[in-house]
């Protein structure tokens, strides 16, 4: 009798160990909130998996080299899509007019949804953005940073075709909170700080001698709809129509400044941006500057992402000495995008132990 309990429990230990191995990735926090996985599924192959909230499930696209696009669902990477591809593309629903400059269409290409946005070259705003609008799809085209940039799917001449982000842009931050309440909570908050500021240490780490300048960027509310959620609550740059680059030759640096986006006002751009003198506002007279000035938003960039709620007084006072840093009227004695990028993961993975 004995010996048949003893079987029987550890057949139940034996199936439980087995059941909890199966699913332990699932139950993990680290998880739901979009820890991301490699899964070799072939030796050829690499897979990035992420929690979707969408679809309250795992759901995984393969890592793909440059020239080449992987959608959440296929099964391995597809080169760039040509001319004669995007022809034969279906356009299903017109989501709207980004800044009235791009025609947006909502498509599919095989079973997999894309999106389509094509420059509306026949009124004025859309040939004034021209330049700027094919100087945006040059960069999705050679920066390949696909944790950072909207991922390309296809392009010809002043048509793009891109990937799919469900939850839109980061201007409906809290309507996507009301919609998917279970991550609403800090560590999801300040995720998309971290995601925010990894974005940027990306922009400027001078790759290929380039550092990449947001230049659209007047308001928040501005700057929060050039960036998409992604379905685990990170940030992808979707909007590059507006970006300056700052030449890095060594310890030199071509410097920019901002002006073909006329003049800026307010508190919310750098000291540095607004115009110095007095008389009217001269574009060409605009001292140049560097990509500090997108230092100096990080602080109201976090805050937004942090929200109004009193559970976040205690996280926005640890970062309070950071921000500071950021707000300083000497861009020089600003920190890098690299070191808020440290700090604020320091504070992040603190959130995450407690």
Sequence with gaps: MKSKW???LLVCIFMYLSLLCIFRDHLLPENIFGTHKKLTISPEQNFKCIWSVVENR????PVCNHGFFGLYGMAKCHPLLTCEDIEQLKFSEEIGHMGYVKEVWH???QKFPVVVKKLRTFDLAGEI???GYLQGINLMKNF???SVLLQ???HCNDTIVTEVHRLLDARDLEIRF???PLYNTLQTRMQLCVSYVDILRTLHSGHHGK???QCDAKNLQKLAGQFLFTEDFRLVLSDVDSMETILVNGTNRKLIKCSDWGEVKGYFPAPEELWPYKGGYDASKLPLYDEKIEIWKIPDMCLYFLGDDGSTLKLKRSLNDIHNQCKNRNPRKRPTAEQVYETYLTIYQDIIKK
Excluded: N
């Design 6 to 8: 003893r079987r029987s």
């Design 58 to 61: 795992e759901i995984c696209k």
């Design 107 to 109: 498509s599919y290409w």
């Design 129 to 131: 953005a021209g330049p």
């Design 144 to 146: 390949y940073k696909p």
């Design 152 to 154: 390309l799917v296809g």
């Design 178 to 180: 009301k919609e998917y």
């Design 211 to 213: 550092i990449y300048v």
